[in-house]
């Protein structure tokens, strides 16, 4: 009798177990990129004249990060690394593939599609890709179950007004999946279009984990927006556009929230890089922050950085450890329970930081390279420090509003400059003379990167650097080796 009373009791105690653990459901994940927006371009982070109720709710719900950087100021770059949780340098990516180009993203490289549909994930791209033009390189061929957009930025084409030159590019042309569908001229449907498809993608597969990679290409000039969107802000046609994409994301929570899936569904919203500052009133704000897109100062690189999974993230979550754009991979790895790629990776988890176990950047050093391989600063706890190179300015001209550019300017830094960000997130003071020890253990760290990653201002090839995909196979297959 007392041994059937103790199994009744261990059952009991077993079936107390197995309801406390809760089975784990594969979250849904929604990755929401922009072109070109600052990040003084949405409402709560500080931008005051532009309606972001949206996606500044999903902010106040969530994470945002307040020290968070696309990987490269610069599209190709940028985008290349959220994918992949790499340097870009170390995939061979530099700046932005033209129309036509015979290189792009190597087909060895895993991307977050791939890793994600490795464990049961359905997933799409809606919107900009970027990472190749050439069929070998399309979207559909990287882990992609779904591609409808363009391959590369809406203003390669023909059509788009830039001062003094004439482009020989094709006509921008509208894919689905491989095949293409139509050439484009008024991009003004093309949000709502790619939001339309997200939603689609949602409801068709609500029962099952899927992955959405919506990558507008919007804000970058040329601007479109609907027509009802038109003159409706005080930002004009820049904040309009900005608008429109906050009503998109707005519609797809809704739809989340419909289907019961807005609880399990991780939500991230950021930007590729900074404003492209040339072009005025077409272009967006990088806040308080010096210089914008095509620059490594903070306003080519520090833009919004948002998260929202009510799972583990507790509402109005403000982190203001510094973060990279190779952070994203590792941290859906580890939220999804894939495995990391058997090549090595960058990117550091940012679940420590999401959840409150750590106040802590998973960084020491973050490192800003541009153009060729060509590493201009060094992010090193507080203090931010730029080596020798050249960078382009606006030095404080004013842009047009009628959505041509006006020409920059070149400049350059002949010795090493260091400021400390906490004290003067807008570089002003140079204090490299004072914090010589500062200076000193930098440069062993540029030193350092530098013989892994490259550094071509020294004319350095970087131990661990992989091959760019080329579009006659050769690098595919010496890679694959």
């Not at 900009?128 to 399309?138: I, N, R, V, Y």
């Not at 279009?193 to 290409?217: G, Q």
């Not at 201009?376 to 001209?397: F, P």
Request: net charge positive; glycine share 8%; proline share 6%.
């Amino acid at each position: 009798m007392f041994q059937k009373k103790i199994s009744l009791f261990l059952v009991f105690l077993l079936l107390i177990i197995s309801c406390q653990q809760e089975k784990f459901v594969p979250p849904n994940i929604i990755f929401i990129l922009t072109d070109d927006q600052g990040y003084g371009d949405l409402g709560v982070y500080g931008g005051t004249d532009i309606s972001t109720s949206n996606i500044d709710m999903l902010a106040f719900q969530g994470a945002r990060f307040t020290s968070y950087y696309a990987t490269q100021p610069v599209c190709s770059a940028s985008r290349a690394s959220i994918l992949t949780g790499c340097y870009s340098d170390r995939i061979s990516i530099y700046n932005a593939f033209m129309p036509n180009s015979k290189k792009g993203i190597n087909s060895q490289e895993t991307t977050l599609a791939e890793m994600l549909k490795n464990i049961g994930y359905t997933t799409a791209i809606y919107g900009k890709w970027h990472l190749g033009d050439a069929p070998e390189f399309f979207p559909t061929k990287h882990g992609f179950d779904e591609f409808y957009g363009i391959l590369y930025s809406n203003d390669m084409w023909p059509y788009h007004p830039k001062q003094g030159t004439v482009f020989n590019f094709d006509d921008l042309i509208l894919y689905e999946n491989e095949k293409p569908l139509k050439v484009i001229k008024d991009q003004s449907f093309l949000t709502k279009s790619l939001t339309d498809r997200a939603i689609n993608f949602i409801t068709k597969n609500k029962e099952s984990p899927f992955f959405i990679y919506l990558s507008h290409p919007q804000p970058h000039v040329p601007l479109f927006a609907d027509k009802k969107f038109i003159g409706t802000q005080d930002r004009g046609i820049y904040g309009d556009v900005i608008n429109e994409i906050d009503f998109s994301f707005g519609r797809i929570f809704e739809v989340l929230k419909k289907n019961r899936l807005d609880r399990n569904t991780i939500i991230i919203f950021t930007s590729d890089n900074g404003p492209w500052l040339s072009y005025g009133s077409h272009s967006g704000s990088p806040g308080i922050y010096r210089e914008g897109k095509g620059t490594s100062w903070e306003g080519g690189h520090r833009v919004p950085g948002i998260i929202w999974f009510p799972k583990y993230i507790k509402p109005n979550t403000i982190i203001d450890a510094p973060v990279m754009g190779i952070d994203w991979f590792p941290t859906l790895t580890e939220f999804s329970k894939g495995k990391l790629p058997k090549f090595k990776i960058d990117g550091k988890s940012l679940v420590p930081l999401l959840t409150g176990k750590t106040l802590k950047s998973p960084h020491e050093n973050l490192f800003f390279y541009y153009r060729e391989n060509e590493l201009h600063a060094i992010r090193h706890n507080d203090w931010k420090y730029y080596l020798k190179h050249s960078y382009r300015s606006l030095n404080g001209k004013k842009g047009k509003s009628d959505g041509t550019p006006i020409k920059y300017e070149m400049n350059s830094i002949k010795s090493a400059e260091l400021y400390n960000l906490i004290e003067d997130p807008i570089e002003k003071n140079n204090v490299a003379g004072l914090y010589p020890n500062i200076i000193t253990k930098i440069d062993r760290i540029s030193d350092s990167i530098s013989l892994i990653l490259g550094n071509s201002l020294e004319n350095i090839k970087g131990s661990e650097v992989r091959p760019i995909g080329l579009i006659n196979n050769y690098e595919l297959q010496k890679f694959k080796k």
